[in-house]
């Protein structure tokens, strides 16, 4: 695999795992908290410490810190899953969206020091935090069919 193929699936697939994880994190947060920027603005302690685990509103401190972060980490597992091979049916991208994502979130929360991890365990019960995994699952393999489709030229 060329660089820029490496590149390209992992842009591809970036887009949507940022996608679908972000919008998860904002009903799951909405849902739970009442508040539907809570667990993305968790994310920003990070970068802001522990106090950003409290902070509810929307803002670009907060907000849109903890949305980078998050594209950033979803980036970066998407990329991980644009190593593997392309997958020939939907459970094999299924298979290795699960792996990746179980990756992630062993890297998450037993690999990382506490200032690294994503901070939703903070706003999100345990039913979310599996919520929001399994999205990134799912956008993993539905980002990998989505490539892995044949495409037809036009002449």
Known sequence: MTTSNWLS?????SAVTSTATTAALFLLSSRETGHP????????????????????????RHTLAGAALNVGAVALWSGVQSLLPKPRSVFAAARNASLVSTLAYLTDYHLVPRRLTPGFEQRLSRQGLFGTYAVLAASLAMGALALSS???RLR
């Not at 699936?9 to 697939?13: G, K, M, P």
């Not at 667990?39 to 929307?58: C, E, M, Q, R, V």
């Open 150 to 152: 044949p495409t037809k």
């Open 9 to 13: 699936r992992t842009l591809v697939t």
């Open 37 to 60: 920027a809570a667990a993305l603005n968790a994310t920003s302690h990070i970068l802001w410490g522990d106090k950003a685990f409290a902070y509810d509103d929307w803002d670009v």
